[in-house]
Nanobody, 122 residues
Framework: QVQLEESGGGLVQPGGSLRLSCEISEFNLEYYAVGWFRQASGKEREEISCISSGGDYTFHADSVKERFTISTDNARTTLYLQMNSLKPEDTAVYYC???????????????WGKGTLVTVSS
């Protein structure tokens, strides 16, 4: 079955950059919507950015537009999240997830990674 594993989290100063990676077994972009979510302490999980099945549509949350970029490698086996101009409010556990369908649905993702912690602090 499909498995996901995030990496790249850590401590970064405000204004800095960080790149997260998510390796997905049996990854097929034509059948899966894939994306990034985050959950800050005591808050609801938030959809950050997703790529539709087929790759024809990309979603970005308003909170990260023009700062975060989602992408895949050439072999389409790894999902990335490039995070720039990081703010303290970006501090959260970041998860990648996949769903067999056209778009990501926060309450209906089929498979989740275990998460990687991003801490933005001076």
């Amino acid at each position: 079955q499909v498995q996901l594993e995030e990496s790249g989290g850590g401590l970064v100063q405000p204004g800095g950059s960080l790149r997260l990676s998510c390796e997905i077994s049996e990854f097929n972009l034509e059948y899966y919507a894939v994306g990034w979510f985050r959950q800050a302490s005591g808050k609801e999980r938030e959809e950050i950015s997703c790529i539709s099945s087929g790759g024809d549509y990309t979603f970005h949350a308003d909170s990260v537009k023009e700062r975060f970029t989602i992408s895949t490698d050439n072999a389409r086996t790894t999902l990335y999240l490039q995070m720039n101009s990081l703010k303290p409010e970006d501090t959260a556990v970041y998860y990648c997830a996949a769903r067999r369908g056209y778009v990501c649905l926060k309450r209906s993702m089929d498979t989740w990674g275990k998460g990687t912690l991003v801490t933005v602090s001076s």
